[in-house]
């Protein structure tokens, strides 16, 4: 929680109160502002609310605005829409709108209370770009303080979900603790009371956020921390995986916590004999790395060698939609409450690759470079399938699918994943001593991740920057093109970037 300025504003109660939020398709916003008319009105004052669509569930935020006045001095005229330097209140449902709030002139340092959940909703624009498209949160945070009278800040969504209730109520709560408007706490609760749906979760959610906005954080409410993942299975597997443990956490400082978290992942994928050979490979990265340079290296192996080693095939698919934990998670998000049945459609769609795959690695060869027999399976399986894993032939199928980790290392996909790794390491090893190089080649391995099309286009890419690297690899600034390059890469999903960045430097190349 941030709170600046943390004295109660006290308005006249002759003039207007203007107040203004912004939210999305979900996040309640219009009974938000329905709860905020009610207490106003319940209190004394003329009130006028409007709303705004914005172009889309998240392209667009709904801007709601309320304006009040107390009724006795006469109802004015009250405006339609909130003016830049011209908002008392600003409440912003969710990170980047309270940045969109400031960049609009919602906020003013002389006047506006502001009211920001700390969490994010991606934006389109972000989850559209295959890399990191991640607005910085912090930057809002730091303009949030600097451009606000009064800024307070919390995780109010997940307020609101550890009280059974949604966003609204706890963004009430915490307009109620800011002290912001002349009502006190009992007529915002009776406004909830008002609603006649959902009031107990609501209200225990208001009082959260009310004492969040009021002081510091309780630890009893704070987000807890997730506990480290506990090992289990038979003695002899155990001994080994301690064994194996033992080795990750005595590699140099800077690379033993990411060898730990690398080799938890590939033995969750695989087993501990995966485990074993995702040592071997770090042990020999490490061999030709130094403490001259932080061990950069073998820190981006360990992190990226694992990554590479599990790989997303079917039986990896079938096995992450089959866990307990998603169906819980699916079934938290979506709200379904005791009694309820949830029905879990899973759309799987895998190219004939990925069927090829699936065979012994002879077999799955031949029939992939067999043009007669990919058309078949391309026929077979390429409309792609809609299984009801809520149902038992659906879920066990996938079932039995996620439980063939034994058969994968036979498979025609884990001897092409094991040679693109071993080709992908020794390429970076090769550029040695070109120490930023060999760096920068190790992060390429970024660019390759997901399941079908997906997979196919990034290893596309990745197979596109590495060859326009060995152009460039002569000069001295090699490693900073090769970093733009992959940064080229994770732009768009067609590479019109890339494209462009390697028509560069085929220009002086």
């Known amino acids: 929680m941030n709170v600046l300025n943390p004295q109660p504003m006290d308005p006249k109660l002759s003039s207007i109160i ?9 996040q309640g916003g219009g009974v938000l502002t329905a709860w905020i008319e009610d207490v106003a009105r319940a209190n004394g004052y003329a009130a006028q609310a409007t709303s705004v669509a914005g172009v889309s569930q998240r392209t667009g935020a709904t801007v709601y605005y309320i304006e009040m006045a107390p009724a006795d001095e006469g109802i004015p005229i009250f405006s339609l829409m909130p003016a830049a330097g011209d908002v008392d209140i600003m409440i912003a449902a969710e990170m980047m709108e309270a940045g969109r709030s400031i960049i609009r002139g919602f906020v003013t340092p002389e006047r506006t209370t502001l009211i920001a959940s700390t969490h994010r909703a991606l934006a389109v624009s972000e989850k559209m770009e295959p890399g990191n498209g991640i607005a910085n949160s912090d930057e809002v945070m730091a303009a949030a303080g600097l451009m606000a009278k009064r800024f307070i800040a919390a995780d109010f969504e997940a307020l609101a979900v550890r009280n059974g209730s949604v966003i609204s109520a706890s963004l009430f709560g915490a307009l109620a603790g800011s002290g912001a408007l002349p009502f006190p706490r009992e007529a915002f609760e009776a406004a909830i009371r008002k609603g006649g749906k959902g009031i107990e979760g609501s209200l225990r959610a ?41 080795l990750a956490e005595a590699l140099p400082a800077p690379v033993a916590e ?49 990554n590479a080693m599990c790989y997303d095939d079917v039986i990896r698919v079938a096995d992450l939609k089959t866990r307990g934990p998603r169906f819980d998670r699916i079934a938290k998000e979506m709200r379904v409450k005791a009694g309820n049945l949830m029905h879990l459609t899973e759309f799987m769609h895998p190219r004939a690759e990925e069927i090829a795959g699936m065979l012994p690695a002879g077999l799955g060869q031949r029939v992939q470079d067999d043009p007669n027999w990919m058309a078949r399976l391309d026929r077979w ?54 120490y930023d190089l060999a760096v920068e080649v190790l992060k390429c391995r970024r660019l390759v991740k997901g399941y079908s099309d997906t997979h196919s286009r990034g290893l596309s890419k990745f197979d596109k920057v590495l060859a326009a690297a060995a152009l460039v690899a002569n000069r001295d600034d090699a490693a900073d093109w090769l970093r733009r390059l992959r940064e080229a890469a994770l732009k768009d999903e067609e590479g019109k970037a890339l494209d462009g960045a390697i028509a560069t430097i085929r220009s002086f190349a």
Request: hydrophobic share 50%.
């Open 206 to 246: 208001f009082a959260a956020s009310y004492a969040e906005a009021m002081g510091p954080v309780d630890p009893k409410t704070a987000p807890k921390k997730p506990g480290a993942l506990l090992a289990r299975g038979p003695a002899r597997m155990m001994a080994e995986w301690h064994r194996l443990m033992g």
């Open 381 to 434: 399986f390429s409309k792609g399938r809609r299984l009801r894993t809520d149902g038992l032939l659906s879920y066990a199928t996938l079932y039995l699918l996620g439980g063939l980790k034994g058969w994968r290392p036979k498979t025609l996909r884990h001897a092409q994943e094991v040679a693109h790794l071993e080709a992908w390491l020794a390429t970076a090893l090769g550029y040695l001593p070109r």
């Open 258 to 306: 990411m060898a730990r978290l690398g080799l938890r992942k590939v033995v969750e994928f695989q087993d501990v004999a995966y485990g074993a050979a995702y040592l071997d490979r770090l042990g020999k990265v490490l061999a030709r790395d130094d403490a001259a340079h932080g061990f950069a290296l073998s820190l981006e192996a360990a992190k990226y060698v694992a």
């Open 18 to 26: 203007k107040l203004a939020v912004l939210a999305v398709g979900g």
